[in-house]
């Protein structure tokens, strides 16, 4: 059963960084690409990054560019996502979940707790 545990938010000042950390429980994401998915308040869950399972990313938010950087440890069974530059605009739930593909559907569609991140001063 995939699980995930995302961990790592927290209150920070714009201009800060944060790394989340998504921890599987229950398989091995060796096979699967990852992705990280936020939700603002009062609005839709979007897209922000994805890691295949050969390592390679690919940005959904071109807001993120330049800024985020996601990693995978497999040997850990965890995915980082390094937030530098913060904006107030980052604020929100990240969650992240395994993909088929970078851009492809979700292997299941339910979701952890998240991780909330704040970016205010």
């Known amino acids: 059963q995939l699980q995930f545990v995302e961990s790592g938010g927290g209150l920070v000042q714009p201009g800060g960084s944060l790394r989340l950390s998504c921890a599987a429980s229950g398989f091995s994401l060796d096979y699967y690409a990852i992705g990280w998915f936020r939700q603002a308040p009062g609005k839709g869950r979007e897209g922000v990054i994805c890691i295949s399972n050969k390592g390679g990313s690919t940005n959904y938010a071109d807001s993120v560019k330049g800024r985020f950087t996601i990693s995978r440890d497999n040997a850990k069974n965890t995915v980082y996502l390094q937030m530098n530059s913060l904006k107030p605009e980052d604020t929100a739930v990240y969650y992240c979940?395994?993909?088929?593909?970078?851009?492809?559907?979700?292997?299941?569609?339910?979701w952890g707790q998240g991780t909330q991140v704040t970016v205010s001063s």
């Open positions: 979940a395994a993909q088929y593909y970078c851009s492809g559907p979700l292997v299941r569609d339910s």
